[in-house]
């Protein structure tokens, strides 16, 4: 950095402002090579400008490599058209930013290159890009200092492009299907519509403690106790808990409702969603993720919880004792002591079937004891109508068939609480005097907006798809 800071004084000595407040484009990289023959015969001046990548020196001459958000682009200096000012472009190192005014022309090789009439130094960086910056693969860097994966490694930024475009098509998709986008509180007095932990903080203007929302789920249902047929939100939910390869403390969702449906109509909204996001990203009807392959088909598969889990357990799950999931539980290194009962089978379904589910798949059927914002199946009063759409072992939808009857609801929140299930911390009165205002029937989703970006870009960590993930302090 020193030598830097000794050139930044050098131009500030010549009168060269390191840090003007613009420049005048007149085409990127990218319209340059497109438009390469009208503008070379023409002779047209170009303007463009871009970080510098590479320098090349040749005595009188050199060359340098610049790119900006759309291509990379040769640039030619030579000192016999700029005169004097081409000794200041010692000055410049790898990483500043210049503009460049020019002509156009191919070098021998073939190579489009502006030969420089003029430049300009437009930010003069203080620190070297790493060593080895060009393919940067240490994954902590890549992680914690996103700016430098992003120049290192172009093709990244091509990842978050295309998270922008998908995340553009999921709204679009809800939209033309006549769903109101929504904004619904981040910071809730009482958090819920999930098991999870919350971040905690407080609201010194109310004098209250409030919670980072863990899901929206009870603020849109009260739209639709409001009039509301079809709502939705994409939004950013926060977990206090682990972090790994498909969890970030900080997440997008999406969550739906709609009025006068259930889950098996919600079943089919997904298999629209999953095809309509395909459609737009290729013309296959197959996926690779993590050098699996899979076809997507329609109707997806489906299997109940209960019984797949029973059947791989060789009992009845619903009927086994507490004592017996412990031990289930301990046989599986599930740490099951801080759980409750609906936990712990729900984390021996992940660890013995859930992982192995790799085509797409509506996991049905859940039990009760798991589920409390979900109606009671039709035909078993121990399970409801609720479904997980699965996919590559990983889950990456959840969706009830909304519960609307309040005194049953209440009946669920109370059971919640005496078990201290994570999720609650004392009932929601205000939803629940909403719901005993009237709420249609009504069929919900959540989906994971990252999971699904990480399946439909390949990608093999949630950290991979978000741009700024939460990581352990650095020592």
Excluded at 67 to 86: A, H, I, N, P
Excluded at 205 to 213: G, P, Q, S, T, V
């Amino acid at each position: 950095m020193d030598e830097r800071l000794r050139k930044l004084a050098e131009l500030r000595k010549m009168k060269i402002n390191p840090y003007p407040y613009k420049y005048e484009r007149t085409h990127t990289f990218t319209e340059l090579k497109e438009g390469f023959e009208k503008l070379s015969q023409s002779e047209e001046i170009v303007a463009s400008c871009g970080r510098i990548l590479a320098i090349r020196g040749h005595g009188k001459t050199i060359f340098a490599t610049l790119t900006d958000e759309t291509s990379k682009m040769q640039v030619y200096f030579r000192q016999d058209r700029l005169g004097d000012r081409f000794a200041v472009f010692g000055l410049f190192d790898i990483g500043d930013f210049i503009g460049i005014k020019g002509n156009l022309f191919k070098t021998k090789t073939g190579e489009i290159t502006i030969l420089v009439s003029d430049f300009a130094l437009l930010a003069k960086t203080l620190r070297p890009l790493p060593e080895k910056w060009h393919g940067l693969k240490d994954v902590e860097i890549r992680y914690r200092k996103r700016y430098l994966d992003l120049i290192a490694n172009p093709e990244i930024r091509e990842i978050f492009k295309k998270r922008t475009r998908l995340v553009g098509l999921i709204r679009k998709f809800f939209d033309d299907h006549g769903f109101v986008e929504m904004e619904t509180p981040i910071l809730q007095p009482i958090y819920g519509g999930g098991e999870a932990n919350p971040f905690k903080t407080y609201y010194n203007a109310l004098e209250r403690d409030m919670y980072l929302r863990i899901a929206d789920e009870l603020y849109l249902k009260r739209l639709i106790v409001g009039g509301y047929e079809k709502v939705y939100e994409i939004c950013r939910d926060f977990r206090n808990e682990g972090i790994d390869r498909f969890h970030n403390p900080e997440f997008s969702m999406i969550e739906v409702y709609q009025a006068y449906t259930d889950y098996e109509g919600i079943m089919d909204l997904v298999e629209h969603l999953v095809e309509f996001l395909l459609d737009n990203l290729s013309s296959s009807k197959t996926m690779v993720f993590c050098d699996r392959e899979v076809e997507f088909k329609r109707p997806f598969k489906r299997i109940k919880y209960t019984d797949t889990l029973s059947e791989k357990l060789g009992f009845d799950i619903l009927s086994a004792k507490e004592s017996e999931v412990d031990k289930l539980c301990k046989a599986h290194g599930i740490d099951y002591k801080i759980l409750s009962t609906g936990a712990k089978i729900d984390k021996l379904f992940s660890e013995l079937i859930q992982k192995y589910i790799i085509e797409p798949t509506f996991v049905i059927d859940h039990p009760k004891v798991i589920s409390p914002l979900a109606k009671v199946h039709r035909k078993d009063e121990r399970l409801v109508e609720r479904f997980e759409f699965i996919m590559f072992g990983i889950e990456l939808a959840n969706a009830f068939s909304e519960l609307n009857d309040p005194v049953e609801q209440r009946k669920r929140f109370e059971a919640q609480l005496a078990q201290k299930a994570e999720g609650i911390s004392k009932i929601d009165e205000d939803f629940l005097e909403a719901l005993e205002y009237g709420m249609p029937p009504c069929g919900g989703l959540g989906i994971g907006i990252d999971r699904l970006l990480m399946i439909l870009l390949d990608q093999p960590s949630i950290r991979d798809v978000i741009l700024f993930p939460q990581l352990r302090q650095e020592r």
